[in-house]
């Protein structure tokens, strides 16, 4: 049977992801646009930026905040170009994104002494065999498996290495425990909803001092440089892009940070995001037919949930297809270096009722692809 109620917003993509409830653009304020962003209210704007997002998120003391360009991305070679082969590294891996950064370390830092532990969609690599006095770079959440790692218990607190956690599917979703974390980087478009663009980058005092103290062996672009003269540039912590950011995509960011605070805060996020989950989990334990590709329950992402579906890939699109063009579920095909499958993403913009909402269209658009196609 056709289901009769659709979901009041069919954005299930894992970025840009859904806008907040209640999202509106005309309620934005724009008196910063068409201004120098380096004016006093587009500095301010991007000051709260930085500052909202510590106290939000409750950054240890020390801890610095800076809007970074190129996304997620950007954040993460900022970083590991400017820190990294100070000292061995262990990167982990276990999806598409993960790979990424094994590949720069590897492939164009060309860095000796790195150690790759990897793993298979829906798993994770082994955290036991992590050295902590090594540089450790991983992704908490792999995106594209729909696996996380499960806490942060194998990260030594008294490490001499530093940890760089690309964290864009989980800052918000999940209770990050920041002291373990020395660099994290993540972008607005994922667990709130916000614009391309721009990557935001945290950082201990102990990444800090590597900046300070170290100075790699390869040239570093002026879209990297976070130091001038061995000092920290503290101007770019408060503010003071290294070069000129969409002040819309800044309102646009404030906007969701408002929100964040207007809901309870980021365990009001967190549960957002598990609540999601968890009506998913529920689905699949009552269908055959449909499970995930993170099997272990604490390996398995809040945010980018990726589910594994008995049928062909052909299949598989057809569901996908017909799910877009019900006008139900838009973005939900896995990614393309991903097994085939479904990836639907339950972060903190999302309506727990859309996802409920969405169940029963599955199941119809599953018997229509398995029977038609
Ligand atoms: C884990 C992970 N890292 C990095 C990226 C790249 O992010 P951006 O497009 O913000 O640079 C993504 C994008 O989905 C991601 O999921």
């Known amino acids: 049977m056709r289901p009769q109620i659709k979901p009041e917003n069919p954005n299930f993509s894992s970025g840009p992801c859904a806008k907040r409830p209640g999202y509106d653009v005309n309620q934005l ?36 905040v800076a809007v970074v360009p190129a996304s997620d991305t950007g ?19 276990w999806e598409s994104f993960g790979k990424g950064w094994a590949t720069d370390i590897n492939k164009q830092l060309k860095l000796d002494n790195v150690r790759t532990l990897s793993a298979d969609y829906g798993h994770i690599p082994d955290l036991a065999q992590v050295n902590c006095d090594h540089d450790v770079v991983f992704t908490w959440n792999g995106t594209t498996s729909g696996a996380c790692v499960p806490d942060a218990d194998w990260i030594d607190d008294n490490r001499s290495g530093l940890t760089f956690c690309d964290a864009t599917s989980a800052v918000f979703a999940k209770d990050l425990p920041w002291d373990k974390l020395d660099v994290v980087t993540y972008s607005w478009q994922k667990v709130l909803g916000g614009e391309g663009g721009h990557g935001m980058l945290i950082l201990s005092p102990r990444a800090v001092q590597r900046l300070e103290n170290y100075t790699p062996a390869w040239p570093l672009p002026k879209i990297f440089r976070m130091t001038n003269g061995g000092q920290l540039t503290e101007d770019l912590f408060t503010g003071a892009t290294i070069n000129t950011p969409s002040m819309l995509c800044v309102v646009d960011y404030l906007d969701a940070l408002n929100w964040v605070d207007s809901i309870g805060g980021v365990p009001a996020t967190v549960k957002r995001c598990n609540d999601n989950l968890a009506v998913l989990e529920a689905f699949v334990a009552q269908h055959d037919w449909i499970d995930f590709l993170a099997k272990d329950k604490a390996v398995r992402s809040n945010t980018s949930v990726c589910l594994s579906v008995e049928l062909s890939g052909d299949q598989v699109k057809a569901m996908i297809k017909l799910l877009e063009q019900e006008q139900v579920a838009y973005d939900i095909g ?22 409920q909402a969405l169940l029963p269209w599955l199941e119809w658009a599953y018997n229509e692809a398995k029977s038609t196609h």
């Open 334 to 355: 896995a990614y393309r270096d991903a097994p085939a499958g479904l990836r639907i993403w339950c972060g903190a913009t999302v309506e727990t009722a859309n996802i």
């Open 75 to 93: 954040a993460m070679e900022m970083a590991m170009w400017s820190m990294l082969g100070e000292r061995p590294v262990d990167v982990l891996y």
């Open 29 to 64: 304020d724009l008196s910063v646009l068409g201004r120098s962003h380096r004016a006093a209210i587009g500095k301010q704007a991007l000051k709260s930026a930085c500052l909202d997002t510590a106290r939000i998120l409750g950054l240890p003391e020390g801890y610095r």
